[in-house]
């Protein structure tokens, strides 16, 4: 059974640090979630879900405009699992905050699993 499960956040205060974390676990097709790209997405309260930061199987980072500079995503495949460290954080990075498994190497656009989701709220 595939699984994402999120971690890590919360409320803070706007220039302030959270790190989000994903754990995924199951197979498809035999398959470990360390050969497929991992990722976040984020939903603000009215607004379209929208990409934060992937990283492939071979490490490889990409970063929305928004992000880059700021959040710092990475992956450990001994636990296979994907942070998100946030930093200098805005009222506008708040949202909901979704982790996404893509049954892909390197494209989280690819089909795949997500988590339920975990909110960050940056207060001013």
């Known amino acids: 059974q595939v699984q994402l499960v999120e971690s890590g956040g919360g409320s803070v205060r706007a220039g302030g640090s959270l790190t989000l974390s994903c754990a995924a676990s199951?197979?498809?097709?035999?398959?470990?979630?360390?050969?497929?790209?991992l990722g976040w997405y984020r939903q603000a309260p009215g607004k379209q879900r929208e990409f934060v930061a992937s990283?492939?199987?071979?490490?490889?980072?990409i970063y929305a405009d928004f992000a880059r500079g700021r959040f710092l995503i990475s992956r450990d495949n001994a636990r296979v699992t994907v942070d998100l460290e946030m930093n200098r954080l805005k009222p506008e990075d708040t949202g909901v905050y979704y982790c996404?498994?893509?049954?892909?190497?390197?494209?989280?656009?690819?089909?795949?699993?997500w988590g339920q989701g975990i909110q960050v709220t940056v207060f001013s």
């Open positions: 996404k498994r893509a049954y892909d190497e390197d494209d989280l656009g690819a089909i795949g699993d």
């Open positions: 199951g197979k498809i097709d035999g398959i470990s979630a360390r050969s497929h790209t």
């Open positions: 990283i492939s199987k071979g490490f490889r980072p």
